[in-house]
């Protein structure tokens, strides 16, 4: 026992003085390897970009934004991107998603069952472009909710904007309460 204290004592020490998780971008394998999948079908950096993925009482959303608001050439690339997600999307083709993640994702069977039920439609942003998803059918929210989920869940994205998006940047990007989208 009397081994026991001093041994916890010293872990404590070392633990206290390490650098906290959410202080740097993560390093994991896994997500580094979706951030690079992500970046070769996207075609933008995505550390320095931001995911929402967020779930609405008609379907949802997914947001792609440029950091760095003078990087038109990369807002460009996004909203591009965007717009072809839409019309895979629309044609029932999930084969991006499954690029990115190296599996079919959560949800896409149904969405692409269902694809006749859906509507997926590409805007863009200041800094980028989303794609708002709508639908009235329950089956199909259900699934939408469930690719949201599982992509927020992968990217470590915000599932709305007022989130704090420093999973993978290393920074917080969230706005402060009431204030306008970007």
């Known amino acids: 026992m009397r081994f026991l204290v001093p041994a916890m004592a010293i ?3 070392a633990c206290a003085s390490r650098e906290t998780p959410a202080a740097k971008p993560p390093t994991d394998s ?5 951030q690079e999948r ?17 779930d609405l009482p008609d379907g949802g959303r997914i947001v792609l934004e ?15 991107h965007m717009r072809q997600i839409a019309a895979d999307f629309t044609a029932g083709d999930f084969s991006k998603p499954f ?15 269902r694809r006749d039920r859906i509507t997926y439609e590409a805007s863009d942003r200041p800094q980028g472009a989303e794609v708002r998803i709508r639908t009235a059918d329950t089956q199909a929210i259900a699934a939408v909710h469930e690719f949201l989920a599982f992509q927020r869940s992968d990217h470590r994205a915000a ?3 007022d989130m704090d998006h420093s999973a993978h940047m ?13």
């Not at 290393?170 to 970007?182: D, V």
């Open 11 to 13: 872990a404590a020490a």
């Open 30 to 34: 896994a997500f580094a390897e979706v």
């Open 38 to 54: 992500g970046a070769a079908v996207m075609g933008v950096d995505q550390y320095t970009s931001t995911h929402v993925f967020e």
């Open 66 to 80: 440029r950091s760095d608001p003078a990087d038109s050439a990369g807002i460009a690339t996004i909203r591009a």
């Open 99 to 113: 690029a990115v993640h190296t599996m079919v994702v959560p949800g896409t069977k149904t969405m692409a069952k």
């Open 159 to 161: 599932g709305h904007e």
């Open 170 to 182: 290393g920074t917080s990007s969230a706005r402060p309460a009431g204030a306008p989208p970007k």
